[in-house]
């Protein structure tokens, strides 16, 4: 029967407006921006519900819309940092968009790592590429409450030396004492003054050799990545409950209608994007 | 004692409700197909049909449909709201397969995120069903535990009486009782039977099909290969189900002002799915077919405890390579 349906407030459809207030470009191909919301009611709405881990939809009218994670810590809730590669229709019109422009932004959607459980643990992020955004928003939520955490390392890799995202930012970790930085490129991808290691991101983890005691490991990268990667935290020791990954999945309306996010029955945009790799393990692998 | 509505006092409730600001909707013919679309007088309609070619889904969740309008002026976008159509309406002689299609859909359109385009409709809009006096071979709701004469997703349900005379009326809802109150004048006290519905043999045994899609080996067998070799990825099956809700997202103007639009989609496009590394979680038509059947009879339920399909049998009748979830499901009971 149809008495006790409610009706919605509001269009749910209807995404925010953003003013593109800093950009700069990572790596051939790949762009941070900087947004600020226009409406001080959409800001409210995300300072109270942003967690890390959680994704949105960045879009430029007239073009659509694109689903990337929030790249910047909860801890930092003033604006949205996102980073994307442009390779198509909208992220082409996002990378033409210029300081000042307003594009447009719906979400954050999805569930968060659940950080307030890593409070006094070891934390381990292990990262491919141009999945670095995701994890570095939860990196940089811990660092912002670096007390709070136990030894902290990072593992970051990438084809080739200009590939590696937020180089300013893996200098500022490299500098600091509180958190061990291990750096790698693919074999062939090494700059004549590349000073860090070379090899791909599961044979250098384990080089690496990370207890698993007391630890939380944080991985994201290419689908190749975290298969080996997740053979190698095995190695070491590492329970599959004790490691975290997020999934991205081509989605369109981001809160669990348009149907095509679904890995086996579960709907990333909505019981994700954020799992553990024993959630991961038992979704049909050929769905993936 | 049972009320009865005498079909040759239809044109009067048509009138009646019209007045009454009810645009009232029931199945037609048009050219080449039929479907439900709106009627002005009792002649409009047309009851002949076993169903008709189109399901109930189009009036509550339209092939093509603008969400809001956005004007760009000089550092300045204006994002303006499209609110569904409003006003209150009646759907007279739905099937029973195409109304509890409806109520399949509700939780999904408003688990923690409401879609009002949907739901704006679903209150706006009062459903009456005629219970099924005949079927084809296509028909499959008592496979899907649902009956012709179900009142899932009905405010009204009619029954028809003898040589097409009338329907005897019961009232399920508030909305239903509302709505034929305005035509209560109409109405003649009887003792006349109803005729029977239609028998509506079993197709599969559900349950056992069922337990072969929640077992995780079945997820690669060669069956999904063997049983879709034919599929052609028309969508057919999709845009003529009662239930199927996916849909894509599009903008429709230029870069100063414009529409964007939901638009119906379906999971048997390679493009549904695809990334934009050009990596695709569903990249075969037996992977697509798959997720459409584990989708409708393993996924949904899990989320709302209700089968994505309400057996309607438009997926057969309609497919173009006579493929279907009948066939697949016998399969299954076969298997």
Same mark, same amino acid.
Request: aromatic share 10%; proline share 5%; hydrophobic share 35%.
């Given at each position: 029967?149809?008495?006790?349906?409610?009706?919605?407030?509001?269009?749910?459809?209807?995404?925010?407006?953003?003013?593109?207030?800093?950009?700069?470009?990572?790596?051939?191909?790949?762009?941070?921006?900087?947004?600020?919301?226009?409406?001080?009611?959409?800001?409210?709405?995300?300072?109270?519900?942003?967690?890390?881990?959680?994704?949105?939809?960045?879009?430029?009218?007239?073009?659509?819309?694109?689903?990337?994670?929030?790249?910047?810590?909860?801890?930092?809730?003033?604006?949205?940092?996102c980073?994307?590669?442009?390779?198509?229709?909208?992220?082409?019109?996002?990378?033409?968009?210029?300081?000042?422009?307003?594009?447009?932004?719906?979400?954050?959607?999805?569930?968060?790592?659940?950080?307030?459980?890593?409070?006094?643990?070891?934390?381990?992020?292990?990262?491919?590429?141009?999945?670095?955004?995701?994890?570095?928003?939860?990196?940089?939520?811990?660092?912002?409450?670096?007390?709070?955490?136990?030894?902290?390392?990072?593992?970051?890799?990438?084809?080739t030396?200009?590939?590696?995202?937020?180089?300013?930012?893996? !200098?500022?970790?490299?500098?600091?004492?509180?958190?061990?930085?291990?750096?790698?490129?693919?074999?062939?991808?090494?700059?004549?003054?590349?000073?860090?290691?070379?090899?791909?991101?599961?044979?250098?983890?384990? !080089?690496?050799?990370?207890?698993?005691?007391?630890?939380?490991?944080?991985i994201?990268?290419?689908?190749?990545?975290?298969?080996?990667?997740?053979?190698?935290?095995?190695?070491?020791?590492?329970?599959?409950?004790?490691?975290y990954?997020?999934?991205?999945?081509?989605?369109?309306?981001?809160?669990?209608?348009?149907?095509?996010?679904?890995?086996?029955?579960?709907?990333?945009?909505?019981?994700?994007?954020?799992?553990?790799?024993?959630?991961?393990?038992?979704?049909?692998?050929?769905?993936? | 004692?049972?009320?009865?509505l005498?079909?040759?006092?239809?044109?009067?409730?048509?009138?009646?409700?019209?007045?009454?600001?009810?645009?009232?909707?029931?199945?037609?013919?048009?050219?080449?197909?039929?479907?439900?679309?709106?009627?002005?007088?009792?002649?409009?309609?047309?009851f002949?049909?076993?169903?008709?070619?189109?399901?109930?889904?189009?009036?509550?969740?339209?092939?093509?449909?603008?969400?809001?309008?956005?004007?760009?002026?000089?550092?300045?976008?204006?994002?303006?709201?499209?609110?569904?159509?409003?006003?209150?309406?009646?759907?007279?002689?739905?099937?029973?397969?195409?109304?509890?299609?409806?109520?399949?859909?509700?939780?999904?359109?408003?688990?923690?995120?409401?879609?009002e385009?949907?739901?704006?409709?679903?209150?706006?809009?009062?459903?009456?069903?005629?219970?099924?006096?005949?079927?084809?071979d296509?028909c499959m709701?008592?496979?899907?535990?649902?009956?012709?004469?179900?009142?899932?997703?009905?405010?009204?349900?009619?029954?028809?009486?003898?040589?097409?005379?009338?329907?005897?009326?019961?009232?399920?809802?508030?909305?239903?009782?509302?709505?034929?109150?305005?035509?209560?004048?109409?109405?003649?006290?009887?003792?006349?039977?109803?005729?029977?519905?239609?028998?509506?043999?079993?197709?599969?045994?559900?349950?056992?099909?069922?337990?072969?899609?929640?077992?995780?080996?079945?997820?690669?067998?060669?069956?999904?290969?063997?049983?879709?070799?034919?599929?052609?990825?028309?969508?057919?099956?999709t845009?003529?189900?009662?239930?199927?809700?996916?849909?894509?997202?599009?903008?429709?103007?230029?870069?100063?002002?414009?529409?964007?639009?939901?638009?119906?989609?379906?999971?048997?496009?390679?493009l549904?799915?695809?990334?934009?590394?050009?990596?695709?979680?569903?990249?075969?038509?037996?992977?697509?077919?798959?997720?459409?059947?584990?989708?409708?009879?393993?996924?949904?339920?899990?989320?709302?405890?209700?089968?994505?399909?309400?057996?309607?049998?438009?997926?057969?009748?309609?497919?173009?390579?006579?493929?279907?979830?009948?066939?697949t499901?016998?399969?299954?009971?076969?298997?």
């Amino acid at each position: 029967m149809t008495e006790n349906i409610q009706i919605a407030q509001q269009n749910i459809y209807k995404p925010a407006i953003m003013k593109i207030v800093d950009r700069h470009d990572e790596a051939p191909g790949v762009r941070t921006m900087r947004l600020e919301f226009q409406n001080p009611a959409d800001h409210e709405l995300f300072k109270k519900t942003f967690r890390t881990g959680m994704f949105g939809l960045y879009g430029v009218y007239g073009e659509g819309e694109s689903t990337f994670c929030v790249a910047s810590p909860e801890t930092r809730n003033e604006y949205i940092e996102c980073t994307f590669r442009q390779s198509g229709r909208v992220t082409s019109a996002l990378a033409n968009a210029d300081i000042g422009d307003l594009v447009t932004f719906r979400g954050p959607y999805g569930n968060r790592f659940p950080i307030e459980e890593f409070h006094g643990k070891n934390l381990l992020f292990i990262s491919g590429g141009i999945a670095l955004p995701p994890t570095r928003s939860v990196i940089w939520s811990c660092l912002d409450q670096r007390e709070k955490f136990g030894k902290v390392t990072i593992v970051y890799g990438a084809r080739t030396v200009a590939d590696l995202v937020y180089k300013h930012e893996l !200098e500022e970790w490299e500098k600091r004492t509180d958190v061990d930085l291990v750096l790698t490129v693919d074999p062939g991808g090494e700059s004549p003054d590349w000073k860090h290691r070379v090899g791909f991101v599961p044979t250098v983890l384990e !080089e690496a050799a990370p207890s698993p005691d007391n630890c939380i490991a944080v991985i994201c990268g290419p689908p190749i990545m975290i298969k080996f990667t997740l053979i190698s935290l095995k190695k070491l020791g590492f329970d599959e409950a004790n490691v975290y990954t997020t999934l991205e999945n081509r989605m369109k309306c981001g809160v669990g209608k348009c149907g095509r996010c679904n890995v086996g029955s579960v709907y990333v945009c909505k019981e994700g994007p954020v799992f553990t790799a024993a959630e991961v393990s038992r979704m049909p692998a050929a769905d993936l | 004692m049972t009320r009865i509505l005498f079909s040759d006092k239809l044109d009067n409730c048509v009138a009646k409700w019209r007045s009454a600001g009810l645009a009232v909707i029931g199945p037609v013919q048009e050219e080449a197909i039929s479907r439900y679309a709106a009627v002005e007088k009792g002649t409009d309609f047309d009851f002949g049909t076993v169903l008709p070619d189109r399901s109930l889904k189009e009036l509550f969740f339209p092939q093509t449909e603008p969400m809001l309008r956005y004007t760009i002026k000089k550092n300045e976008i204006d994002t303006a709201d499209f609110t569904p159509p409003q006003g209150k309406r009646i759907i007279f002689g739905a099937r029973a397969c195409d109304a509890s299609g409806l109520e399949i859909d509700d939780p999904l359109f408003g688990w923690d995120y409401k879609d009002e385009f949907w739901f704006q409709r679903r209150n706006e809009s009062v459903i009456v069903t005629i219970a099924c006096t005949k079927a084809d071979d296509f028909c499959m709701c008592t496979s899907l535990k649902l009956e012709p004469d179900s009142t899932k997703g009905a405010d009204v349900l009619l029954r028809p009486i003898d040589k097409n005379k009338g329907w005897l009326v019961e009232e399920l809802t508030d909305r239903g009782r509302e709505a034929f109150a305005l035509i209560s004048e109409y109405l003649q006290e009887s003792s006349e039977p109803a005729l029977p519905t239609v028998v509506v043999p079993e197709k599969f045994n559900l349950d056992a099909c069922v337990t072969w899609l929640k077992n995780p080996e079945n997820f690669e067998s060669k069956f999904w290969k063997e049983i879709s070799m034919r599929c052609i990825g028309c969508a057919s099956c999709t845009y003529l189900c009662p239930t199927c809700h996916c849909f894509d997202i599009q903008d429709e103007g230029d870069t100063y002002s414009g529409i964007r639009r939901k638009n119906w989609d379906s999971c048997s496009f390679a493009l549904f799915t695809m990334h934009t590394s050009g990596h695709n979680p569903r990249s075969t038509q037996s992977a697509r077919w798959r997720q459409r059947i584990m989708h409708k009879f393993n996924y949904f339920p899990g989320k709302f405890t209700v089968n994505s399909c309400s057996g309607c049998g438009r997926c057969s009748r309609q497919c173009p390579v006579d493929m279907g979830i009948t066939e697949t499901l016998q399969a299954i009971s076969n298997l």
